[in-house]
């Protein structure tokens, strides 16, 4: 997740079906319990190697052509990828729907040994725009509803902002108890689209955003009883500048309270700034990174891990930063 919306082979391959029923069993309640109590070392080490796919955002790779992006993608190092369906020479778009365009992209980055891990359907929940919160409802209902056709179950989102400016910057409302019940209204329903159609609806907090704290996160998968909504792990979205110094305790307490629910994980950092917390590329700010990986590979699970926030130029930095870290396990 980005504050703007422009700036938005470590691994074994995974087959697709391998991976869709990792993410069935965390995502309907079957995985053991969320922190599997182990030392750091090899074994864990080994879980993370395992578990731990590496994946990008497509939209990293926009400009290229579908075919050029998905040599690109696994020329650098990825197994799987995060996509909005847009390239160059091709998109699609789930509202004017092109079956054919939609089965190029998935069996073109299938044959490059690519795996759909994600589909994007980010949008402001909230919108005070009706007209652009009606559209971000309408693409999410259609992917959700049509994922079978679009390589992957796992559909993910914000959760909403009501700064009319900017879907990544607060707004007094968004701490509101009123936000709160608007902004769980709404998952609940794309919640029983994604139950009716087997699908996962995964959300990524953000301090700017009204689902911006742990506790909060808790009390949404309290109250929203779905097998369906699940969470993205992106740790660093939930720091504060004023909670830098305290970080140890805090990611200890987001995997303890909200394990359970996580289907797909982010690798970027955080760092402070003078209006509060930036968010650049992993390896850039001060996230602690063995904790982070520890506790992701303390799940034992199949988890795509997702590096982000990030430029072509910057790739091949970032992810050989996160494979550093994860042999520092």
Aim: with cysteine; net charge neutral.
């Amino acid at each position: 997740m980005s504050d703007s919306t422009e700036e938005r082979n470590a691994s074994i391959p995974l087959c697709r079906r391998a991976w869709l029923e990792g993410v069935a069993a965390a995502g309907l309640g079957l995985a053991a319990s969320s922190i599997v109590r182990a030392a750091a070392g090899p074994d864990l080490q080994a879980r993370a190697k395992k578990n731990l796919k590496l994946a990008i955002m497509s939209t990293v790779y926009a400009d290229l052509s579908l075919a050029e992006a998905a040599r690109q993608i696994k020329c650098d190092g990825f197994s799987g990828v995060v996509t909005d369906f847009t390239f160059a020479d091709i998109h699609f778009n789930p509202l004017e729907p092109d079956w054919a365009a939609a089965t190029k992209i998935v069996t073109t980055l299938e044959r490059a040994g690519v795996q759909i891990v994600g589909l994007f359907g980010y949008y402001n929940v909230v919108d005070p725009d009706p007209g652009k919160r009606k559209l971000g409802e309408a693409r999410m209902e259609a992917l959700l509803s049509n994922w079978k056709r679009l390589g992957c179950p796992l559909v993910s989102t914000e959760t909403g902002t009501f700064n009319s400016q900017s879907e990544w910057r607060d707004a007094p409302e968004n701490q509101t108890e009123p936000a709160y019940r608007r902004c769980r209204s709404v998952f609940e329903k794309h919640a029983w689209t994604a139950e009716k159609h087997g699908a996962l609806l995964s959300i990524e907090a953000y301090h700017r955003n009204i689902i911006g704290t742990i506790d909060r996160a808790e009390r949404l998968f309290h109250e929203v009883q779905s097998p369906a909504l699940r969470l993205v792990m992106d740790p660093c979205n939930y720091f504060r500048k004023q909670d830098l110094p305290r970080m140890k305790p805090m990611l200890e307490a987001m995997f303890r309270r909200l394990g359970d629910q996580i289907v797909i994980a982010h690798a970027k950092d955080v760092k402070a700034a003078p209006d509060g917390a930036d968010l650049p590329a992993a390896g850039l700010g001060v996230l602690d990174y063995p904790l982070f990986l520890r506790l992701l590979a303390q799940l034992d699970r199949p988890l795509p891990l997702v590096v982000e926030h990030l430029r072509r130029p910057d790739v091949a930095r970032a992810r050989s930063f996160v494979v550093n870290q994860i042999e520092r396990i």
